[in-house]
């Protein structure tokens, strides 16, 4: 382990050492850049801004790893007590949002079903909020586990969420509006999909058209997680089939 983290740790400092080099940052700048650094810990926003930049070069890592359906940002809203759910995720009782319909299986790679997975969904609320979150939302609004059936299948229904912006009021946000870029994230629903023997699979879908999906802040949008605009008696459809990689395949192939 100590051989592995000096490796890790090298590198990344060669890495700024070298962009460093490459941009003959002076002096002045690289005390702005400790100095911005403590403002964001002071802020509480430490995370916030490894996530931002970050986090999706480790999904990435996943999904080279272990195969299976594309992996992507977790996000800081996931709640492992989510209830389970039949038919419906809790709603605002005046929700008027545009209905959703979330389906589709679970399988190997085999294409075989996954009978019992869990699969965690979550979004946002109509406002750009999460439920156990903000502005007092009950924790179970807007979230949900499923559980897939003896053909790997699942359905939900549930509302359209919308775009949100990450908090830009702090020094994250103060970054990328000074990088000229936004801190929009584009609507999306949140999946976590766990199954005994399998590789846990993180991810999102994503709505073709919206906005900001060209353009995502957190840089999580994938082609293969858009979906187009499906209907079924007026009722906007998402259908994704999740594949599961084994647990042990990373393990596997390093052997």
């Not at 382990?1 to 740790?9: D, G, K, Q, T």
């Not at 599961?244 to 042990?248: I, K």
């Given at each position: 382990?100590?051989?592995?983290?000096?490796?890790?740790?090298a590198d990344i400092v060669e890495g700024i050492r070298g962009a460093l080099m490459k941009h003959d940052v002076t002096f002045d700048?690289?005390?702005?850049g400790i100095g911005y650094i403590m403002k964001t810990?002071?802020?509480?926003?430490?995370p916030l801004m490894i996530d931002a930049f970050l986090n999706t070069t480790i999904c990435q890592i996943e999904n080279r790893n272990f195969g299976g359906s594309t992996s992507t940002l977790e996000g800081p809203y996931f709640l492992d007590d989510a209830p389970f759910v039949e038919g419906a995720l809790k709603t605002y009782e005046d929700d008027r949002h545009e209905p959703l319909l979330l389906r589709g299986r679970v399988l190997d790679l085999a294409g075989a079903p996954v009978a019992d997975a869990i699969i965690d969904v979550w979004h946002s609320t109509p406002d750009g909020h999460y439920g156990g979150f903000h502005n007092n939302i009950p924790r179970d609004f807007y979230r949900g586990k499923l559980r897939t059936d003896a053909a790997g299948g699942?359905?939900?229904?549930?509302?359209?969420?919308?775009?949100?912006?990450?908090?830009?009021?702090?020094?994250?946000g103060a970054l990328l509006e000074a990088m000229g870029r936004?801190?929009?994230?584009?609507?999306h629903v949140h999946y976590k999909v766990r199954a005994p023997g399998f590789h846990t699979l993180t991810t999102q879908a994503y709505f073709e058209g919206g906005e900001y999906v060209d353009s995502d802040c957190c840089e999580?949008?994938?082609s293969e997680l858009i979906h187009a605009d499906v209907r079924e008696s007026g009722i906007?459809?998402?259908?994704?089939?999740?594949e599961?990689?084994?647990?042990?395949a990373h393990a596997a192939a390093a052997a």
């Open positions: 382990m100590s051989n592995r983290l000096e490796a890790v740790v700048e690289y005390r702005q810990v002071e802020a509480g926003e430490l699942y359905e939900v229904r549930t509302t359209v969420p919308v775009a949100y912006k990450i908090p830009d009021q702090g020094p994250v936004h801190s929009w994230r584009p609507a999580g949008v994938h906007k459809v998402i259908e994704t089939d999740f599961l990689a084994p647990a042990l």
